[in-house]
């Protein structure tokens, strides 16, 4: 390997690991809970339904139902009485009956409550920063800073045509991340790679919905988010890592609970990070010597746009102003 392809991947290498050290700063959000009742209570509401009752409910049934109904409905009664036919059906009907009418309504209604939590706590944390000392710093900076800042936020037109594009961002968004979503889970079932290609691009995206929620509170322009993302791509790589670490040898529902329990968690460190700061300063600033900008949502992105192109005239007019911003 030549000088310039070593001092490429001692860059990208270092920014893997600043993103994964970045992550792992979870002493923030005992202070920012410190600092927010509010915060405190969700995060608290959160923990105690999705650790203590789904993941609860899990171990009972792995640890108390499954091995009572092995005990009540053996496979072998002894030597001299035969086991009756239709115990290992009747076995395998109870569990799905307790899955039917438990696991799946309390997946469902963790989904539900988790979405309006999250959004609750990455609120109220964002809130908290106005008086945490992570700020001290941010706040110093921002007088330098604050030309370049005005300079580069582009503000939407006032009225209409200015709630249209907003509501044309965010159908483009969710389009987007969910052909991205799809694309996740189809590398899954590529042979060889695709256990490695699934740990990155899950990386990605759990990085992505953690600053996605500050970077709304900031109005940062959705092409912005994107393009910084796609910049600093090796940081967010390395942001995502220790999500996906905690529940990637899991079977689905214990990793869903356990990234339910975690998730608010790496949305409160990436709330209280500086690390991605530059992100209303300009262009030319933004990528770092040595890397180039990888384009990981150009599938996606091709994907969205083509589905787009199938609604009418009006609405692609809309899109295409949201493409223009």
């Not at 060889?192 to 740990?199: D, E, P, R, T």
Request: charged fraction near 15%.
């Amino acid at each position: 390997m030549d000088a310039h392809g070593a001092a490429k991947l001692k860059a990208v290498a270092s920014l893997w690991v600043e993103g994964f050290v970045e992550a792992c700063c979870l002493h923030r959000v005992f202070l920012l809970c410190l600092r927010s009742r509010p915060l405190l209570l969700r995060t608290g509401q959160c923990f105690l339904f999705n650790g203590f009752i789904f993941l609860g409910s899990i171990f009972v049934l792995n640890s108390v139902v499954i091995p009572s109904l092995w005990w009540l409905l053996p496979d072998h009664l002894s030597d001299s009485a035969p086991t009756p036919v239709f115990y290992p059906l009747l076995r395998l009907l109870l569990v799905q009956f307790f899955y039917l009418f438990w696991f799946y309504p309390l997946y469902v209604f963790s989904i539900v409550l988790s979405t309006i939590w999250y959004n609750d706590i990455a609120k109220f944390g964002y809130a908290a920063m106005g008086r945490s000392k992570f700020t001290g710093e941010k706040d110093a900076s921002q007088d330098n800073s604050s030309t370049s800042q005005s300079a580069s936020h582009v503000k939407r037109p006032a009225g209409l045509g200015g709630v249209m594009i907003g509501i044309g961002e965010q159908v483009y968004s969710i389009l987007l991340l969910s052909v991205f979503f799809l694309e996740v889970y189809a590398t899954g079932f590529i042979p060889y790679i695709g256990k490695v290609l699934n740990f990155v691009l899950l990386s990605w995206m759990y990085a992505y919905y953690c600053f996605e929620y500050k970077w709304n509170f900031n109005e940062v322009p959705l092409d912005k988010r994107l393009d910084y993302f796609q910049s600093y791509w090796p940081f967010f790589a390395g942001f995502g890592s220790p999500c996906v670490l905690a529940i990637f040898f899991f079977s689905p529902l214990v990793s869903y609970g356990i990234m339910a329990i975690l998730y608010p968690l790496f949305v409160l460190t990436a709330t209280a990070s500086r690390a991605e700061q530059e992100i209303s300063f300009e262009k030319h600033k933004w990528r770092p010597a040595g890397v180039e900008k990888l384009p990981i949502f150009y599938i996606a992105d091709n994907v969205s746009m083509w589905m787009l192109s199938l609604l009418p005239l009006e609405k692609q007019d809309q899109m295409q102003d949201r493409k223009a911003q």
